[in-house]
């Protein structure tokens, strides 16, 4: 009985957190949606050690385990934005292929900075050893 009232209650804590970044935005009207202010502040909260990760450990692993299901609603509601997507399809198409290649290729040679680094790091500490 323990087990439920516990996941009911981080699901709750989780809620609560998205529904303060929702207020925080209207209330500051800042430029960001309030979902990513509630994410920002659950990091926050985490980083400083106010909130403790497994308070909300095991509600946060079954949201995101079914996060696949949360995106149905979105989808189903992309299906009325066809003629924008016949209109402008080339344009978001060619959005989506710069900012993906732009993603991999800044994540791809920051991967081969950072192994270059460790590499001659590395390689400094036993070359003394010679």
């Not at 050690?49 to 989808?75: E, M, V």
């Not at 991999?104 to 270059?116: D, K, N, W």
């Amino acid at each position: 009985m323990k087990k439920p009232v516990v996941f009911l209650a981080q699901i709750g804590l989780l809620w609560g957190i998205f529904m303060a970044g929702q207020e925080i935005v209207k209330l500051t009207h800042l430029p960001i949606p309030g979902n990513v202010c509630g994410m920002l502040l659950l990091f926050v909260m985490l980083a400083t050690g106010i909130l403790k990760l497994q308070w909300i450990d095991a509600g946060a692993t079954w949201i995101l385990k079914h996060l696949s299901f949360f995106f149905i609603p979105i989808s189903a509601g992309l299906m009325t934005l066809g003629t924008i997507f016949i209109h402008e399809g080339l344009v978001l198409f060619l959005i989506l292929a710069v900012s993906a290649a732009a993603g991999i290729l800044g994540t791809g040679f920051s991967a081969q900075v950072l192994a270059r680094s460790k590499k001659e790091s590395y390689e400094q500490q036993h070359s003394h050893t010679i």
